[in-house]
């Protein structure tokens, strides 16, 4: 009965290759988030979809290609690997609006070599 | 530009001690703050908020305080506890942004016997 989940949860692969990660929440909330936690530490957003539309989208590389089939889905696709990928990739949902509580899912560990 | 700041990146504490976390912002604009706590190989999870038109906001052992004019704000922690142990992480957006919420660093936390 995870509220948010990402799958998977650790992900290692080569420099070139292109990979998906997939978040599902069953909080019934309608805004989903991607975010990118460094080698510093620095959690930083990277998109957001509402109802299936992207209405948050940070620099970040053409690469990166976010998918929301439906409001409870938000996937992250990933082109041409790069070393300074690797990170760990943070999902989160809402509903809708600054102040509401966001809920993360546990992660996703990716190691690019 | 990192424009939420933790300074401290580490904090040690007697449980049943205060603990007390800072915060610096400085963007002028933002109006709502929060608090995160994450343990190791979760995602963060939602601790407390306050927003610009307070000063103080309780909840149980946590209040977050906020100065506007010093664009900071603070969580104290009374008392401590062991299963306060973690990785604090300060965060503050804008009404009608989306939820974009900008991060710190962080601070890690340890409750000592």
């Known amino acids: 009965d995870t509220a948010v989940s990402q799958t998977p949860k650790y992900l290692v692969t080569q420099m070139g290759n292109d990979k998906s990660i997939k978040c599902e929440q069953n909080?019934?909330?309608?805004?989903m988030y991607w975010y990118k936690q460094d080698s510093k530490k620095f959690l930083k957003i990277m998109f957001s979809y509402n109802n299936k539309e992207l209405i948050i989208n940070e620099t970040v590389p053409n690469r990166f290609s976010p998918k929301s089939p439906d409001k409870a889905h938000l996937n992250l696709h990933i082109n041409s690997l790069e070393l300074g990928d690797s990170a760990v990739y943070f999902c989160?949902?809402?509903?809708?609006?600054?102040?509401?509580?966001?809920?993360f899912g546990p992660g996703t560990r990716l190691l690019v070599l | 530009d990192q424009q939420v700041k933790q300074n401290s990146p580490s904090l040690s504490v007697q449980e049943g001690r205060i603990s007390i976390l800072n915060c610096d912002y400085t963007n002028s604009m933002f109006d709502y703050f929060l608090w995160y706590k994450k343990y190791p190989a979760e995602g963060p999870t939602f601790l407390i908020s306050?927003?610009?038109?307070?000063d103080k906001n309780e909840d149980g052992r946590f209040t977050v305080f906020l100065n506007k004019s010093a664009k900071h704000l603070s969580l104290h922690i009374v008392p401590s506890q062991p299963g306060d142990s973690a990785v604090y992480f300060c965060a503050a957006t804008l009404t009608d942004s989306w939820g974009k919420l900008q991060f710190g660093a962080g601070t890690q936390v340890v409750v000592t016997p």
């Open positions: 306050i927003s610009s038109i307070k």
């Open positions: 909080l019934g909330h309608d805004t």
């Open positions: 989160a949902s809402t509903f809708g609006g600054s102040q509401e509580t966001q809920y």
